[in-house]
């Protein structure tokens, strides 16, 4: 079993939709929790960074902690086809090492 | 502020040859890791350093290795190329004190994609 699961997709939705993307983890160390955005050819891009438990939001993006469930989640409002993209949860214990999850690959459809 | 540079950003070898990569962390950046990126794999750790010292270190074999010089700058290196070593490199900075961590988090470069023929 991997450390870190998530679905890979691909998920399609029309434009405007609210996406929800979710990764469960088995390591109880991990405190650190970050969702990255990934286009086609280019480097993974730091989206929404969490510590420990919690919500965070930022513009039409909310990212979401339950450790006790060891689960998190990623939401996108009003889905726009400029998110079309791959979706990696990662997250840490102490720092130094990300574990990754496998990616979503979102299509928003106009 | 400019964001973290690896070069080359293609490349190509042949079997059984060695490979140089180069990462330039974010300005005032002290740590440096090092990810491969496959389809089937997904992206893995390699190992990280922080102030020219190996801090952790992935499950690679010994043809990958790495170090960082006194200006954070890193190099990874990857001897006696295999078909399955194609792929992409990343490389990801942070200002790397545990304190910071609660903060930023990593920014990743755009990758060198490697192609082993």
């Known amino acids: 079993q991997k450390e870190v699961e998530q679905d890979p997709g691909p998920l399609s939705v029309p434009e405007g939709a609210i996406v929800s993307l979710n990764c469960t983890y088995s390591?109880?160390?991990?405190?650190?929790f970050m969702w990255y955005r990934q286009y086609s050819r280019k480097g993974p891009e730091l989206l929404m960074y969490?510590?420990?438990?919690g919500n965070k939001e930022d513009g039409r993006f909310t990212a979401q902690v339950d450790k006790s469930s060891k689960y998190i989640s990623l939401f996108i409002r009003d889905s726009q086809p400029s998110d079309s993209a791959t979706y990696l949860c990662?997250?840490?214990?102490?720092?130094?090492?990300?574990?990754f999850g496998q990616g979503t690959e979102l299509s928003v459809k106009p | 502020k400019a964001g973290v540079t690896q070069t080359p950003r293609y490349l190509i070898k042949t079997r059984g040859q060695q490979v140089t990569l180069s990462c330039s962390p974010i300005?005032?950046?002290?740590?440096v890791s090092w990810y491969q990126q496959t389809p089937g794999q997904g992206l893995q750790f390699l190992f990280e350093?922080?102030?020219?010292?190996?801090?952790n270190k992935g499950n690679f074999p010994g043809r990958f290795s790495g170090r960082q010089f006194s200006n954070s700058r890193s190099e990874m290196n990857v001897s006696t190329l295999e078909l399955g070593d194609s792929a992409l490199y990343l490389c990801?900075?942070?200002?790397?004190?545990?304190?910071?961590?609660?903060?930023?988090?990593?920014?990743f470069g755009s990758g060198t994609r490697l192609t082993v023929v």
């Open positions: 990662a997250m840490s214990g102490q720092g130094g090492k990300l574990i």
């Open positions: 350093y922080f102030s020219e010292t190996q801090r």
């Open positions: 969490t510590y420990s438990s």
């Open positions: 390591n109880s160390a991990f405190q650190y």
């Open positions: 300005s005032g950046h002290r740590s």
């Open positions: 990801a900075s942070s200002l790397g004190t545990t304190g910071s961590l609660k903060q930023d988090g990593y920014t």
